[in-house]
């Protein structure tokens, strides 16, 4: 069965610091997503990304985010200047009409 | 702007029994609804997806059910075991836009031996 991996599965850093999340989502997939889960609460969206470009994004994804496909497999979500509040699990996923959604295991984020 | 309310939030049952953990959303423009399985900590697993055009589907012991008119669907487990103790989410993915998955918070299953 085909997965989504992220990596890695835990982050911690520093409050200001820049942090990559990577993920490599299914190859035959075209639509890829980044959403979180701050403890507690509802996995929520982040963005979406279609045809190598943003298609949508949330009002959570204010400039200190972005993401980038660098090389045609990878799918990495940047937070360039990261607060207490980025903590969180954060997921990426990516889409086919056939089998939906299928999900990474999730980095969690923990800022200090 | 869609909301999914899942009830109830958590539910304790004994080993073998059936049970049904319910979904419900407010706009009926959904292009389908996809159930999820979350363990502590973990990512989600994908249990069951239904178009909108469907009314149910089913994997093993899971039935899924959907009334898109009414914006509710169910989750039935039969012979519940204590493996399937989790979170279980329900997700719609909305018309419109990128199409974005909208969850609910979930509800949180314990299955007592």
């Known amino acids: 069965e085909p997965e989504v991996t992220q990596t890695p599965s835990h982050q911690v850093t520093q409050m200001g610091q820049e942090v990559i999340l990577r993920c490599v989502p299914i190859s035959n997939h075209l639509y890829f997503y980044w959403y979180r889960q701050i403890l507690g609460q509802k996995v929520e969206f982040l963005v979406s990304f279609y045809n190598n470009e943003i298609s949508e994004k949330s009002e959570i994804f204010d400039d200190q985010f972005s993401v980038e496909r660098p090389d045609g497999s990878n799918f990495t979500l940047k937070i360039r200047s990261t607060k207490l509040e980025d903590s969180a699990m954060y997921f990426c996923?990516?889409?086919?009409?056939?089998?939906?959604?299928?999900f990474g295991s999730g980095t969690r984020l923990t800022v200090v | 702007k869609q909301e999914v309310t899942q009830i109830p939030a958590a539910l304790s049952v004994p080993e073998g029994e059936n049970l049904v953990l319910n979904c419900s959303f407010t706009d009926s423009a959904i292009y389908n609804l996809q159930w999820f399985r979350q363990d502590p900590g973990k990512g989600l697993t994908s249990l069951l997806l239904i178009q909108s055009s469907q009314r149910e589907q089913t994997s093993g012991r899971l039935n899924a059910s959907l009334d898109k008119s009414s914006g509710r669907s169910t989750l039935y487990i039969a012979a519940s075991q204590p493996g399937d103790s989790a979170t279980y989410l329900c997700a719609v993915r909305v018309q419109g836009g990128s199409e974005k998955l909208v969850f609910g918070k979930g509800t949180k299953l314990t299955v007592n031996p």
């Open positions: 996923a990516s889409y086919t009409g056939y089998h939906g959604y299928t």
